[in-house]
């Protein structure tokens, strides 16, 4: 099973920016969904970004749209979360995941859907 670790996470004032990466032991070929969720304390975990590879499609949380940018390199078997204008709200646990492509939009895109995870990276924005 692929393994999955997070970096890139830290403190930001509101405003700010920070890249999340998730580097990943096997990027085999195919298509499949790699995606980003965040879990706030006391709160349920939620999709943040998602992307088909193979395919590069994305999809996005409503609340996110407009600021972060989901992307990937295969070379470097590596997933990226390039989060700009942050906001206190965006303060979360963030998690990278591996999952069936079809779970890559919409309300498919759930965390139950989804069988590898990450061990998380946290991100805090100070107001």
């Known amino acids: 099973q692929v393994q999955l670790v997070e970096s890139g996470g830290g403190s930001v004032q509101a405003g700010g920016s920070l890249r999340l990466s998730c580097a990943a032991s096997?990027?085999?070929?195919?298509?499949?969904?790699m995606g980003w969720f965040r879990q706030a304390p006391g709160k349920e975990r939620e999709g943040v970004a998602g992307i088909v590879t193979g395919v590069g499609s994305t999809y996005y949380a409503d609340s996110v749209k407009g600021r972060f940018t989901i992307s990937q390199d295969n070379a470097k078997k590596t997933l990226y979360l390039q989060m700009n204008s942050l906001k206190p709200e965006d303060t979360a646990m963030y998690y990278c995941a591996a999952g069936r492509a079809r779970y890559c939009s919409g309300d498919y895109f759930i965390p139950r859907a989804f069988g590898a995870w990450g061990q998380g990276t946290q991100v805090t924005v100070s107001s």
């Open positions: 096997v990027y085999t070929s195919g298509i499949y969904c």
